[in-house]
């Protein structure tokens, strides 16, 4: 049972274009989402986060939407740049049995072309 | 600064060898997790723990030990490795549980033979 999905496995997009990164989950007690960027062979690093209380956030020309009663949250790049190609996971954490319980999305591989 | 560390960066065993990843983290985080990730699969919970001495399971912790002797170490132990244990494995800590982000290690690439 995958609560945390992202569907699009790939997608390409043009330098300058906007890339929007989709990404659905199922329990409601999830109340904070973050996006992470990974590049091969390093770890994943912190984008942008949204807590439940709030539907937008925007860092640059990072900005995450979340959409409550979809349960879909998503994240803009605008505009897209080479170097901002890499595997995008989203992750939800929320209260799991008196503890929080981080979980991720399967990734995203972003392509951005020159 | 150097985040959080893992070592080693790859390593090769062959089925039914133990062996002992290390995480060490320099922010002095209270929480520490083990994550693998697989092809398709993104990343799962193996273990976490919630401060010094503490340790919990996660989504997938069969085959795996840890432990938490010193708040800035997080060791994952494979005590008999089989081959669907390859993998790369990332340690992760947080400050905080709740709304705080994962900052995460390099990983570690490891093949079961």
Redesign the interface.
Known sequence: DQQ?K?NS?SLSVQEGRISILNCDYTNSMF??F?W?KKYP??????LI?I?SIKDKNEDGRFTVFLNKSAKHLSLHIVPSQPGDSAVY?C?A?GPTSG?????????TRLKVLA | NAGVTQTPKFRVLKTGQSMTLLCAQDMNHEYMYWYRQDPGMGLRLIHYSVGEGTTAKGEVPDGYNVSRLKKQNFLLGLESAAPSQTSVYFCASSRLQGTYPLHFGDGTRLSIL
Do not use: M, N
Request: glycine share 12%.
């Open positions: 945390v992202q496995p109340d904070y973050l992470y062979a390093e770890g994943p690093t912190f986060s807590s996971f992750a954490s503890t929080y319980k981080y979980i991720f999305g399967t990734g």
